[in-house]
């Protein structure tokens, strides 16, 4: 049972601050991914919940004791380093062994629970090697095993799987996401990688540049990105922007994208929404490839556009559209689109729109 | 890989052969000159042209661990049938053993100057690699206020020739009474040997990832425990290079232990040449005191030899 929980936290690097005010509550067993760029302070922030790292202003709270004076031995915090950290002189025994034997622990205990979460990890046959002969991904089963083996208050994970390739990357995202529904750990995940942070959060926590962007589940910040940086940076092919204006037509409602002869259709809802909404000429368009819809046939309300570039990508393509001065990328069926140059006609589904003030803030309008 | 050699290379490969055997004959002349020397009769040592084939003796080490004097009449066919094989071998040198009025043999100097010298070493040696790896791992991992200078600082007490300072030193000494003690003499090695040991020790501390004691930290550990369980072993490679290189400087160190030692804390080096003998100087035992006298540091450096190749392409190679 542990809850996190960060009070105006700040912390500077010399002249320069890389958290901003940061407030975040973190539910018992509840799993948690920082999200942001390299930089944008997701890393610090999880070693100033660790102690190895001071914070400058603000509380670190664990079960609403705060912590921050603690160091990082009394704090009972687990942590899982990007580099594995295996103690390299050690055995795996020796490595998942090391907690414990911070403790008074007997030997037969230790034993017992470094066999147990080995049986887990399914690495009892490797628990004799010393982590130089290991692979990066049973290293990584080992570093795990370390950090859950005395059953920490909360385990943080600083881009655990951000060293091995592709194709072990997703094989220990499941491994992670089956520990975590089996053991059951308040845990905080730090990637820079939305896949990643979207198969396993409970709740993502974007930070930008120090500053927290957003926090929800996976579907909230996809489906409602509170902000442009949101919008962009979760999900994949990026959403697309332009630059559109919104007007009144016979049909209903207009958004032409800038440069565009025509705008696409909308329902006359949006008006309404928009109404009182900040200035509407200055909007920004945000749309998902997979909201703009393609068809080699003329039809109501879909605008004859340009293919520019296919990219195949298996079960679908992704076709950059110029529409206007702008490029939208749609994501169509695979091979639905030719060849690069060819006409289509193409619409957008309001329902999947979004719109953005000047500043980049979400409108919160939605059809 | 180039997997086909050209001639040219095969050629180039064999000059390179010779080239490292001659150079590593030019190096090891003079330890089987000095190795060679040390089981000469004492008449065939000094000939010039230098003898290479000779009926090896052990006299010269006889005599190297025992008190002599010159002998004024030739030893009673009784006395040299009564003596034992090491006594005669002196006798054969135109020398007796001396002996106390209880009749015990009388030792040398040698034995006492190699412990001097075994204590000063093995000392120092640790006291300058221990505080030189403290000292290197708070540069290494802590944000010090003029790292840059104080590191400088550091480097520059070697910077000026040892001698220069050897007289202000002797009187230093004097007045403090650390004159001809091995105190004195583990203090001034240790001073000397620290700036080496702090910069050496650095750039190993420096290649430990930070993360290992981070690791510890977080594992629930304070950071003196992280240093000695994860820190220590990471560095044992640098720390026995430092320390190879530490007891080879303390060991074979001459001007100091020349000036501030005479007797009771003398080591062998300033030892080895005033061992001229009762008469002439006598080359085969200062040869025997020699080759003796390079044994610690060549079995040292030949336990150690697996750290100190690694230590040699330490940070160069890292899996």
């Given at each position: 049972?542990?809850?996190?929980e960060?009070?105006?936290?700040q912390?500077?690097?010399?002249?320069?601050?890389?958290?901003?005010?940061?407030?975040?509550k973190?539910?018992?067993?509840?799993?948690i991914?920082?999200?942001?760029?390299?930089?944008c302070?997701?890393t610090?922030?999880?070693?100033?919940?660790?102690?190895?790292?001071?914070?400058?202003e603000?509380?670190?709270?664990i079960?609403g004791?705060?912590?921050?004076?603690?160091?990082?031995?009394?704090?009972d915090?687990?942590m899982?380093?990007?580099?594995?950290?295996?103690?390299p002189?050690?055995?795996?025994?020796?490595?998942?062994?090391?907690?414990l034997?911070?403790?008074?622990?007997?030997?037969?205990?230790?034993?017992?629970?470094?066999?147990?979460?080995?049986?887990?990890l399914?690495?009892?046959?490797?628990?004799?090697k010393?982590?130089s002969a290991l692979?990066?991904g049973?290293m990584?089963?080992?570093?795990?095993?370390?950090?859950?083996?005395?059953?920490?208050?909360?385990m943080l994970?600083?881009?655990?799987?951000?060293?091995?390739?592709?194709?072990l990357?997703?094989?220990?995202?499941?491994?992670?996401?089956?520990?975590?529904?089996?053991?059951?750990?308040t845990?905080?995940?730090?990637?820079?990688?939305?896949?990643?942070?979207?198969a396993l959060?409970?709740?993502?926590?974007?930070m930008h540049?120090?500053?927290?962007?957003q926090?929800?589940?996976?579907?909230?910040?996809?489906?409602y990105?509170?902000?442009?940086?949101?919008?962009?940076?979760?999900?994949?092919?990026?959403?697309?922007?332009?630059?559109?204006?919104?007007?009144?037509?016979?049909?209903?409602?207009?958004v032409t994208v800038?440069?565009?002869?025509?705008?696409?259709?909308f329902?006359?809802?949006?008006?309404?929404k928009?109404?009182?909404?900040?200035?509407?000429?200055?909007?920004?368009?945000?749309?998902?490839?997979?909201?703009?819809?393609v068809?080699?046939?003329a039809a109501?309300g879909?605008?004859?556009?340009e293919?520019h570039?296919?990219e195949?990508?298996?079960?679908?393509?992704?076709?950059?559209?110029?529409?206007?001065?702008?490029?939208?990328?749609a994501?169509t069926?695979?091979?639905?689109?030719?060849?690069?140059?060819?006409?289509?006609?193409?619409?957008?589904?309001?329902?999947h729109?979004?719109?953005?003030d000047?500043g980049?803030?979400?409108l919160?309008?939605?059809? | 890989?180039?997997?086909?050699?050209?001639?040219?290379?095969?050629a180039?490969?064999?000059?390179?052969i010779?080239a490292?055997?001659?150079?590593?004959?030019i190096?090891?002349?003079?330890?089987y000159?000095?190795a060679s020397?040390?089981?000469?009769p004492r008449n065939?040592a000094t000939?010039?042209?230098?003898?290479?084939?000779?009926?090896p003796e052990?006299?010269?080490?006889?005599?190297?661990?025992?008190?002599?004097?010159?002998l004024?009449?030739?030893?009673?066919?009784e006395?040299?049938?009564?003596a034992p094989?090491?006594?005669?071998?002196?006798?054969?040198?135109?020398?007796?053993v001396?002996?106390?009025?209880?009749?015990?043999?009388?030792?040398?100097?040698?034995?006492?100057?190699?412990?001097?010298?075994?204590?000063?070493?093995?000392?120092?040696?640790?006291?300058a690699?221990?505080?030189?790896?403290?000292?290197a791992?708070?540069?290494?991992?802590?944000?010090?206020?003029?790292?840059?200078?104080?590191?400088?600082?550091?480097l520059?007490t070697r910077m000026?020739?040892?001698?220069?300072?050897a007289?202000?030193m002797?009187?230093?000494?004097?007045?403090v009474?650390?004159?001809?003690?091995?105190?004195?003499?583990?203090?001034?090695?240790?001073?000397?040997?620290?700036?080496?040991?702090?910069?050496?020790m650095?750039?190993?501390?420096d290649?430990?990832?930070?993360?290992?004691?981070?690791?510890?930290?977080?594992?629930?550990?304070t950071r003196?425990q992280a240093?000695?369980?994860?820190?220590?072993p990471?560095a044992a490679?640098g720390?026995?290079?430092?320390?190879?290189?530490?007891?080879?400087t303390?060991?074979?160190?001459?001007?100091?232990?020349?000036?501030m030692?005479?007797r009771?804390?003398q080591?062998?080096?300033p030892?080895?040449?005033?061992?001229?003998?009762?008469?002439?100087?006598?080359?085969?035992v200062?040869?025997a005191?020699?080759?003796?006298?390079?044994?610690?540091?060549?079995?040292?450096?030949f336990?150690?030899r697996?750290?100190?190749?690694?230590?040699?392409?330490?940070?160069?190679?890292?899996?």
């Amino acid at each position: 049972m542990t809850q996190i929980e960060l009070r105006g936290l700040q912390k500077f690097f010399g002249a320069v601050q890389v958290i901003k005010d940061l407030n975040l509550k973190i539910e018992d067993n509840e799993f948690i991914v920082l999200l942001g760029q390299s930089g944008c302070g997701k890393t610090t922030t999880l070693r100033a919940i660790a102690g190895l790292e001071t914070i400058d202003e603000g509380d670190i709270l664990i079960d609403g004791q705060p912590v921050q004076h603690l160091k990082c031995s009394d704090r009972d915090i687990a942590m899982v380093f990007q580099s594995f950290s295996l103690y390299p002189h050690m055995t795996v025994y020796e490595n998942i062994a090391f907690p414990l034997r911070a403790t008074r622990m007997s030997k037969a205990q230790v034993d017992q629970e470094v066999r147990g979460i080995a049986k887990i990890l399914r690495i009892t046959d490797l628990l004799a090697k010393k982590p130089s002969a290991l692979s990066g991904g049973d290293m990584q089963r080992v570093a795990i095993g370390r950090a859950l083996v005395r059953r920490p208050k909360a385990m943080l994970m600083d881009e655990p799987i951000g060293a091995l390739d592709a194709k072990l990357r997703e094989e220990m995202r499941a491994e992670i996401k089956r520990l975590h529904v089996k053991q059951g750990s308040t845990t905080i995940y730090v990637t820079h990688d939305q896949i990643e942070a979207m198969a396993l959060a409970d709740r993502i926590v974007i930070m930008h540049e120090g500053v927290l962007q957003q926090v929800g589940s996976p579907d909230e910040v996809y489906r409602y990105p509170s902000n442009l940086f949101v919008a962009q940076f979760v999900g994949s092919p990026v959403m697309n922007v332009a630059n559109a204006a919104v007007a009144e037509d016979k049909a209903g409602a207009s958004v032409t994208v800038q440069g565009a002869p025509q705008g696409f259709a909308f329902p006359r809802e949006l008006l309404s929404k928009l109404n009182g909404k900040a200035a509407s000429s200055a909007l920004s368009l945000g749309i998902r490839p997979e909201g703009v819809l393609v068809q080699h046939e003329a039809a109501d309300g879909f605008l004859p556009v340009e293919a520019h570039i296919i990219e195949p990508l298996g079960s679908y393509d992704i076709v950059d559209l110029k529409v206007g001065d702008q490029m939208l990328r749609a994501r169509t069926r695979a091979g639905y689109v030719a060849r690069a140059g060819a006409r289509v006609f193409a619409r957008i589904d309001p329902s999947h729109a979004h719109f953005f003030d000047a500043g980049g803030q979400s409108l919160g309008v939605r059809l | 890989m180039a997997a086909v050699r050209t001639s040219s290379e095969v050629a180039l490969n064999r000059v390179a052969i010779v080239a490292v055997l001659l150079i590593t004959l030019i190096f090891l002349a003079p330890i089987y000159w000095i190795a060679s020397t040390a089981f000469k009769p004492r008449n065939l040592a000094t000939t010039i042209p230098p003898t290479v084939l000779f009926q090896p003796e052990i006299s010269p080490f006889v005599k190297l661990f025992t008190k002599r004097s010159q002998l004024r009449t030739p030893p009673t066919p009784e006395e040299y049938a009564a003596a034992p094989w090491w006594e005669r071998l002196v006798f054969d040198g135109g020398e007796k053993v001396v002996r106390d009025g209880k009749g015990n043999v009388q030792p040398s100097g040698y034995p006492s100057r190699f412990m001097n010298s075994l204590i000063v070493a093995i000392t120092s040696t640790i006291l300058a690699v221990g505080m030189g790896t403290f000292t290197a791992y708070g540069f290494s991992r802590f944000r010090i206020k003029g790292e840059a200078d104080l590191l400088f600082f550091i480097l520059s007490t070697r910077m000026l020739p040892p001698v220069v300072v050897a007289i202000p030193m002797f009187l230093m000494y004097r007045a403090v009474g650390l004159n001809d003690t091995h105190w004195g003499l583990i203090i001034l090695y240790t001073a000397f040997n620290l700036s080496f040991s702090v910069w050496l020790m650095k750039g190993f501390i420096d290649e430990i990832p930070k993360e290992y004691e981070e690791a510890a930290l977080v594992d629930g550990y304070t950071r003196m425990q992280a240093f000695f369980k994860v820190v220590l072993p990471e560095a044992a490679t640098g720390i026995a290079a430092t320390a190879v290189f530490c007891f080879i400087t303390a060991w074979n160190e001459y001007a100091f232990a020349l000036i501030m030692t005479n007797r009771r804390a003398q080591t062998a080096p300033p030892f080895i040449p005033s061992q001229v003998g009762s008469g002439l100087p006598d080359w085969t035992v200062i040869a025997a005191g020699t080759v003796l006298f390079l044994l610690p540091v060549a079995i040292f450096t030949f336990l150690l030899r697996n750290h100190l190749l690694r230590g040699m392409s330490f940070g160069a190679i890292r899996k």
